[in-house]
């Protein structure tokens, strides 16, 4: 499907550039009429993280959903997930969270749950941008038919019981220090309040949100500070999470950073281990590391690979019957108990490994040796350099050099003007070689556009 508005994660862009109120507007009013199914009243759940034009984009969402006839439930600052946890267990219509992931506060998004909880197909996609440029002036409600908006207390309690409850009875976190970084996003206070309940002693950074500072040298982007603080207190494990908690990474004792290929592993050996795995493997992206697909096959289970983006990972898992997929930026999906990537609960899977074996997280965590894997962005302002004959050529060139001994990926950020080129290989610094021919070929054709 060719996409106007959605990319792989929602709609996202600039803040008052892309994301503007009269698109956020549009937005409500076309999701709205393509979620009225019935004669009931319809409602709507709304979520953001902490971005200064959450407000902005709240009220225009609002507007929109309330022209349409859809009562509004504002839950405010919350996790991705728990928007989509609510919408399931509040019986709404439809869930919308404002946020856009892990990118700067300049940006922002839109991202659309059924009423199961899930992220939306291509085909409602497809609706709700076909609506999207319509005047739909003539499918306004009646005035008598007015939505109406409250904000609604106590949701936050309900996401924190229920992140509880996904550990193993037997299991406190009583004697563990941790430090969590929440990114000054949507997990600010119910996180550290989960794991204090859990029994941890708990230090928290990036839980002082000023609608500017979401994932500025915190979080699971940018995990330094994050490093530093683990080794300063002798914490036991430092956690990660991005500015709507919807990914997470690890921090080990000794300040290294866990990627989710790496929980992935750890989740996945654990499970087998106790029997909870629906089926003898789980699922991740292309970009997954070939160390884990090597790991897993060493074990007895199978990796099987989507194209980039949860909602591919998730679509994977719900065909084959999986109940844990994700991907390295640690975008983790536990289907038992979430329908869409969950940092948190993810974090809590891995902290119940640890406690069960009482050893350091450097040794529980570490699973396999990755492959050398070289990841390098090249950002364009217009055009399709990738489709130049430059950089076609290039690319060709690189996968004969590898000649089947390492992979090469080169794609389009779903969600930036990005160009992501990867190579991963046993010959490190062919992988780098191959790479960097690519990345220059795809400067020349940026620059040239």
Known sequence: MSRKYFGTDGIRGRANGVITPELAMKVGQAAGLVFQRGDHRHRVVIGKDTRLSGYMIETALIAGFTSVGMDVL?????????????????????????????????????????????????EVEKQIEELLDENLDKRLAASRNLGRAKRID????????????TLPRDISLDGLRVVVDCANGAAYSVVPEALWELGADVI??????????????????????LSRKVRELRADIGIALDGDADRV???D?????????????????????????AQPGLVSTVMSNLGLERFLKGIGLDLVRTAVGDRYVLEQ?????????GEPSGHIILSDYATTGDGFVAALQVLAVIQKHRRPVSEVCHRFDPLPQI???????????????????????AEKRLNGHGRLLVRSSGTEPVIRVMGEGDDRILVEE???????ALGAAAAAA
């Open 154 to 165: 106590g949701v936050h309690d309900r996401y924190i019981e229920f992140a509880k409850r």
């Open 249 to 251: 990474i690890v921090i």
């Open 375 to 397: 990841l390098k962005n090249v950002r364009y302002r217009a055009g399709k350099p990738l489709e130049t004959a430059g950089v076609q050529t290039a690319i060709s060139s």
């Open 434 to 440: 191959v790479v960097d021919d690519i990345v220059t």
């Open 253 to 277: 004792e000794r300040g290294h950073v866990v990627d989710g290929d790496q929980l992935l592993a750890v989740i996945a050996e654990s499970w087998k281990e106790d029997g909870r795995l």
């Open 204 to 225: 928290s950074i990036g839980v002082d949100p000023d609608g500017f500072n979401i994932n500025k040298e915190c979080g699971s982007t940018e995990p330094e500070a």
């Open 74 to 122: 504002q839950v405010g600052p919350l996790p991705t997930p728990a928007v989509a946890m609510l919408t399931k267990s509040m019986r709404a219509d439809l869930g919308v969270m404002i946020s856009a992931s892990h990118n700067l506060y300049e940006d922002n998004g839109i991202k659309l749950f059924g009423p199961a909880g899930f992220k939306l197909s291509d």
């Open 317 to 325: 898992m719900l065909a084959g019957g999986y109940n844990l997929g």
